[in-house]
């Protein structure tokens, strides 16, 4: 893909959050050339839904997921959170905000401090912010433990290492949720854990957007994983969104030849369906250093031409709430077994 | 046993002696296969699966290690040989493909040595030869112009293409067994694809056996002829692909299978997810090992161990399950569950 555009927008109040023309660009060692991370990327997020961000190595999903969070700050574009200007907060005020948006990242382990109590880890934003009396930190922040399923009493006293991944990643879910924060970025937040772990986090993630009542950036490589959190999914490539759409008819319909592509790589757990080599991609991500003209996706994609080239796509509207960025969209019929 | 069996594996145990204990991270496993056939094992992080690939081909160093059991490979035995004894079956007989691509690949060597050293040395391959099978071999597994990356490094490589030099360089002796320990984990999902696709073309064009190790029953099921499920350093369910997927016997397969996020589930299913974790393997519990986990477990379970036994049924099906899915057992299991979930007012 490679689209921009903004066509999928929405304009209503109950945005929580909105990003446009995100652009990330590192600098590399070479002197003049650029990483380009993340390429104007437009989306945004309504209030208590799941926006699933999804693409390979490489797509610029987590820079996003940082960018959002103004670390490090975006090379250019805007991004709203309840409508303020992030990019333009310094100091305190954007410490400040950073309270209502809150982070979970892949390994629960190393993003725990391993010297301290859970339960200290745990109140720390709280003493931070010098919220409450000592008393009143220490028992929000048991309840919080006991809402993701850690018994305070037991395991308040004890340090990290003697938790497994998924009780780490829980604790982690509480550190973010001491501070009653709308937002949650979850990067990658299951990817390091077994697939009977996994299960439990996701099903806890759901439980306590409800409880909570919180939205949450959802990214991650694992297109199911993705599906079962999300209401809406971005497919990236190469720091570009290719398509976004509600979860179910993304799965069911895709139109983007990455996202169908995506799709049919994924090994399936049933041996009656057989490996399909023939929608197999060749190569490999090209390097975002010297990205493609064009459609970012073309020299991969199966249908690219002339047109793929010289202009980059732009998201149009395929169905509700259904955008895609590609010349030559995949029809809808012959697709629905895609996502089967 | 009949002479197509090319690897026949008998109560092979594999444990460490730790500061805190004996860990018996593989205990007791047996299994037989076929020449030209592809056999998954597949287990969480802890499971042993790892272990057991490398015990069998003989790569645990360290004087903490005990091993027993038997492991025959095409006749001979393999138990007690020397590391030097063992160096005469890697390569031509048996290899292996680890996870990293990175980390097995020798960052300051080119190319064309690494994959061309297994050929000279084993093989006694002159330099010149060496090098024109490398190119071959590369071409093989896929890399485009073969003969200029001969001359480059690891590093120059992405990790799709680093995983085909060490594919290539695990093929050079041309084995009768390849190990493939979670091959495609550190890839990304559209490389992934195109990983397994090679390894299942080069095992069908060399006749090879292949041991297949991973944590993810999506990448065994469609690429392999039997699958192994290991937990807590056993075999739990052996069975050939199709029948195990179509008719799960160990309520472990079943909750592995059931926490699987799936495509064709619409967003928010929820997950089956089973409680807790895999148990201490210094101390594993008395009865079945999955008992203190398992939703239908009853007390037999939790103080007298099943053995794998082979389903009446459905021969070539094992298990280790007293009251495996779908028995009667199982079946008031199921029902007791409910009704104490529905006086439970959920």
Known sequence: MAGTGKAHLHNGDDTILRVEDLLVEFKTEEHGKKVHAVTGISFDVLKGETLGLVGESGCGKSTTGRAVMQIPRPTGGSVVFEGRELTALHGEELRKLRTDVQMIFQDPISSLNPRRKVIDIVAEPLHIWGIGTKEERIAKARDTLAAVGIDPDQAGDRRPHQFSGGQCQRICIARALVLDPRLIICDEPVSALDVSVQAQVLNLLEDLKAQFGLTLVFIAHDLAVVKNVSDRVAVMYLGKICEVAPSDDLYREPRHPYTTALLKAIPVPDPTVRPDGAVRLRGEIPSPVAPPSGCRFRTRCPSADAICAEQEPQLIQVGHEHFVACHHPVPISGLADAAQ | ?346
């Open chain 2, 1 to 346: 046993m009949s002479t197509d069996h090319l690897l026949v594996v008998e109560d092979l145990k594999t444990h460490f002696s730790t500061t805190a204990g004996v860990v018996r991270a593989v205990d007791g496993v047996s299994f037989t296969l076929e020449r030209g056939k592809a056999l998954g094992i597949v287990g969480e992080s802890g499971s042993g699966k790892s272990v057991l690939s490398r015990s069998i081909m003989g790569l645990l160093p360290g004087n903490n290690v005990m091993r027993s059991g038997s492991v025959k490979l095409d006749g001979h035995e393999l138990m007690g040989l020397s590391r030097s004894e063992m160096r005469s079956y890697w390569g031509q007989t048996m290899a292996m493909v680890f996870q990293d691509p990175m980390t097995s690949l020798n960052p300051v060597m080119k190319i064309g040595k690494q994959v061309g050293e297994g050929l000279r040395r084993t093989l006694g391959m002159s330099k010149q030869d060496s090098i024109e099978t490398a190119e071959r071999l590369l071409a093989d597994v896929g890399i485009p112009e073969p003969a200029r990356r001969l001359k480059e490094y690891p590093h120059q490589l992405s990790g799709g293409m680093r995983q085909r030099v060490t594919i290539a360089t695990a093929l050079s002796c041309g084995p009768s067994l390849l190990f493939a320990d979670e091959p495609t984990t550190a890839l990304d999902v559209t490389v992934q694809a195109q990983i397994l696709d090679l390894l299942a073309a080069q095992q069908h064009d060399r006749n090879m056996s292949m041991i297949l190790v991973t944590h993810d029953l999506g990448v065994v099921a469609g690429r392999t002829d039997e699958i192994a499920v290991m937990y807590a350093g056993q075999i739990v369910e052996r069975a050939p692909t199709a029948s195990l997927f179509a008719n799960m016997k160990m309520p472990y397969t079943e909750a592995l299978m059931k926490s699987i996020p799936k495509l064709t589930d619409k967003a928010h299913t929820r997950l089956d997810s089973v409680g807790g974790r895999p148990p201490n393997l210094i101390s594993p519990p008395a009865g079945c090992r999955f008992a203190p986990r398992c939703p239908y477990a009853s007390e037999r379970c939790l103080s007298e161990q099943p053995p794998l036994v082979e389903a009446v049924e459905t021969p070539g099906h094992y298990f280790r399950c007293w009251y495996p899915v779908g028995s009667q057992e199982y079946i008031q299991a199921v029902r007791r569950r409910e009704s104490l979930a529905a006086a439970g007012g959920i």
